[in-house]
């Protein structure tokens, strides 16, 4: 029998809190998608129940397609989203076709190991078009910790801003924005950036 992930067990009261939340990151992704091409295809790294993101997408006309290791999130973004394309599977490990128009990653890498973050960075670059965008959000802090989430414990991972940065960088990001968007998570970061065109490196 497969092993449940964390989210499988807290997928209907996390989805329900999470749509009671004032969409805070909204702004972000309006920013993203100024950079991004109209009615493109957006991939959605850990989308979880599909809303508010992957929904707010879908309703501006783009092509989505979610990427999610919990069966139970994708059956509740089944029922949200049922436009877009639903892919099982955790971003180190996925293999996905590529050239997409934008990539969003927003509360979901901090929960992979940081030593894969740099191998996650890679691939995201690897299935952008270039000059396309990539959000994300990511911990403020160098700590590795356990901490408890409607009563189950979540791994979080992470690396201190610069370094993230560096990371971006060193994988052929151009930086556009990086800031603290909620301090009282450990410094919760917000980052978008944008793949190098073809041909042209980011100095």
């Known amino acids: ?32 998608l100024e950079l991004t091409t109209p009615g493109g295809h957006i991939l959605d790294l850990g989308c979880g ?19 999610d290791s919990s069966p139970e999130m994708l059956r509740l973004a089944r029922a ?8 099982p599977g955790d971003m180190v490990s996925v293999e996905l076709p590529g050239a997409y128009h934008g990539i969003v990653a927003w509360d979901s890498i901090f929960h992979i190991p940081k030593a894969q973050h740099a191998k996650i960075f ?7 078009e270039p000059s396309a965008p990539l959000l994300l959000s990511v911990g403020g802090s ?20 610069d370094v993230n940065l560096a990371l971006l960088r060193e994988a052929g990001f151009g930086i ?7 301090p009282s998570s450990r410094g919760h970061v917000a980052v978008l950036c944008r793949r190098a065109a073809e041909g042209v490196p980011w100095r």
Request: glycine fraction near 6%; charge should be negative; proline fraction near 8%.
């Open 80 to 87: 949200n989203c049922p436009a877009a394309e639903l892919v």
């Open 1 to 32: 029998m497969r092993e449940r992930v964390p989210y499988d067990l807290i997928a209907e009261p996390w989805s329900r809190e999470r749509n009671s939340l004032l969409f805070h990151e909204r702004p972000y992704l309006d920013r993203f």
């Open 122 to 128: 890679q691939a995201m670059y690897r299935w952008l």
């Open 176 to 182: 556009v924005l990086s800031e603290v968007d909620d």
């Open 142 to 161: 160098e700590d590795e910790f356990i901490a408890p989430m409607f009563g189950i414990d979540f791994f979080y991972s992470g690396h201190s801003p």
């Open 49 to 67: 129940s599909g809303e508010p993101i992957a929904r707010y997408l879908l309703d501006r006309g783009y092509r989505v397609t979610g990427v």
